[in-house]
């Protein structure tokens, strides 16, 4: 693929990342990720709480509860449930992955991430980085065609 087409796809997955995070019920924070492998969508996360838990995700004084997951996870614990390998497949991911997250990908065999925005902590990325992954930052900037 041509790197203007890799470009182009890159945009419009993150901004079908963008989307799917509106589907969380987090307050503090919406993180969506999209999972492709050759060119097909394999997976797809939120953050949240596992399944059968109330959807909160903070308490009352608005801190995350311990067991969030992050959209990262929800992804790669998806696609781990289905017929479909991550091997070799590209993360987009709207924050930047955290160290916990970051393990999962290297484990999960993922050789590329796409992330949206930076979160305070970079050390998921380092390690990412660290292992040989190929991770770009894609801004989240809004397209003239959604404004």
Not at 96 to 123: F, H, N, W
Request: proline share 4%; with cysteine; hydrophobic share 35%.
């Amino acid at each position: 693929m041509s790197p203007e087409k890799q470009k182009q796809r890159d945009h419009l997955y993150m901004k079908m990342a963008r989307t799917w995070a509106e589907n969380s019920y987090c307050r503090r924070r919406q993180v969506g990720a999209l999972l492709v492998k050759d060119n097909m969508i394999i997976s797809d996360g939120y953050n949240g709480t596992p399944s059968g838990f109330e959807n909160n995700c903070e308490d009352e004084h608005n801190v995350s509860l311990p067991y969030v997951l992050h959209a990262e996870a929800n992804a790669i614990t998806k696609v781990a449930r289905s017929h479909n390998s991550s091997d070799g497949a590209t993360l987009y991911v709207t924050a930047s992955p955290c160290m916990e997250c970051a393990k999962l990908i290297i484990q999960a065999g993922i050789t590329r991430i796409v992330y949206g925005e930076k979160y305070r902590l970079m050390d998921g990325v380092e390690l990412l980085q660290k292992a040989n992954i190929n991770v770009e930052f894609l801004p989240l900037t809004p397209n003239i065609e959604d404004r």
